[in-house]
């Protein structure tokens, strides 16, 4: 079964260092997505990504992050100067199309700790 | 603004008792409903949703979901539980007034003992 891929599992960096999370998409699929969740906390979104651009982001989603979709199967997820408070797990997610009944299928998740 | 609620922080059961988590949501107009299950270490899993038609949504591992139009409620169920099922459960809606993301609810967690 097509399955949404994400690299690393864990990531451990210091604060103000740049990470960049990976994720490989289902390959048919067409609308990407990242959300977070904080240890204990609810799964947030953070951004939709359609035809190489930002469909829609959230108040996470300031300057200190970007998504790009370098080639035709990576899509990753930027975070500049990365703080404590960004430390949380990052689920990629895709599905097939942007229709309201679609469900979206998710990674494996990246914990991301910053020290 | 659309909103999911799951009462429960943690549901308890017995293995091969029925086990029901509850969800609650507020949108506005007909409601795209999901439930995921969340595995330790694991990815989100999607189980079931509902879009339109019976009341009464069939997923994967055995789980069902009811949905109440007049309760505004979609909770998730299953007739018997097993251990294996002790995960914690995500109720989510579609976001239609934008572009279509999920809005999660705090998720339950579900333990089911031998």
């Known amino acids: 079964e097509p399955e949404v891929t994400q690299t690393p599992s864990h990531q451990v960096t210091q604060m103000g260092q740049e990470v960049i999370l990976r994720c490989v998409p289902i390959?048919?699929?067409?609308?990407f997505y990242w959300y977070r969740q904080i240890l204990g906390q609810k799964v947030e979104f953070l951004v939709s990504?359609?035809?190489?651009?930002?469909?829609?982001k959230s108040e996470i989603f300031d300057d200190q992050f970007s998504v790009e979709r370098p080639d035709g199967s990576n899509f990753t997820l930027k975070i500049r100067s990365t703080k404590l408070e960004d430390s949380a797990m990052y689920f990629c997610?895709?599905?097939?199309?942007?229709?309201?009944?679609?469900?979206?299928?998710f990674g494996q998740g990246t914990r991301l700790t910053v020290v | 603004a659309q909103s999911v609620a799951q009462p429960e922080d943690q549901v308890n059961v017995a293995e091969g008792n029925p086990l029901t988590v509850k969800c609650t949501y507020s949108?506005?107009?007909?409601?795209?409903l999901f439930w995921y299950v969340q595995y330790p270490n694991r990815g989100l899993q999607f189980l079931l949703k509902?879009?339109?038609?019976?009341?009464l949504v069939k997923g994967s591992y055995g789980f069902e979901a009811e949905f109440n139009k007049s309760q505004t409620s979609f909770h998730l169920k299953k007739p018997s539980a097993l251990v294996s099922d002790s995960a914690l459960y995500f109720c989510?809606?579609?976001?239609?007034?934008?572009?279509?993301?999920?809005?999660f609810g705090a998720g339950t967690r579900l333990a089911v003992h031998p």
């Open positions: 997610a895709s599905s097939e199309n942007g229709r309201g009944n679609t469900e979206a299928f």
């Open positions: 390959s048919n699929h067409l609308y």
């Open positions: 990504f359609y035809n190489n651009e930002i469909s829609e």
């Open positions: 949108v506005s107009g007909n409601p795209y």
């Open positions: 509902y879009i339109t038609g019976d009341n």
């Open positions: 989510a809606v579609r976001d239609t007034g934008g572009y279509n993301k999920l809005i």
